[in-house]
């Protein structure tokens, strides 16, 4: 079993920064890809960053350039570094893993979200 814990989230002014963490634990012999994704209120989930290891990160265009993903690899961890917040950027931001939990396995697994609000 795999456990993905995320934190970070709260309520920040526009033009204000947080950072959210995902911490991946349990039966883990590989980890292929970590990313975000979020869902705002009304809307579908969308991709806001993902990181292949060893390979590419991508970005929503809406987040290049205040966004910035980041890993812990000894810690099996995903940061997210949200700059110049707006208010677009509310939402519930999930972490997501392409996980292995054993040779020749692989499966996707979703943290519970954190709420991040951007309001004045």
């Known amino acids: 079993q795999v456990q993905l814990v995320e934190s970070g989230g709260g309520l920040v002014q526009p033009g204000g920064s947080l950072r959210l963490s995902c911490a991946a634990s349990?039966?883990?012999?590989?980890?292929?890809?970590m990313g975000w994704y979020r869902q705002a209120p009304g809307k579908e989930r969308e991709l806001v960053a993902r990181?292949?290891?060893?390979?590419?990160?991508n970005y929503a265009d809406s987040v290049k350039g205040r966004f910035t993903i980041s890993r812990d690899n000894a810690n099996n961890t995903v940061y997210l570094q949200m700059n110049s917040l707006k208010p677009e950027d509310t939402a519930v931001y999930y972490c997501?893993?392409?996980?292995?939990?054993?040779?020749?396995?692989?499966?996707?697994?979703w943290g519970k979200g954190t709420l991040v609000t951007v309001s004045s």
């Open positions: 997501n893993a392409d996980i292995s939990p054993w040779l020749d396995s692989r499966m996707r697994y």
């Open positions: 349990g039966s883990i012999f590989r980890i292929n890809a």
């Open positions: 990181d292949v290891s060893g390979g590419s990160t």
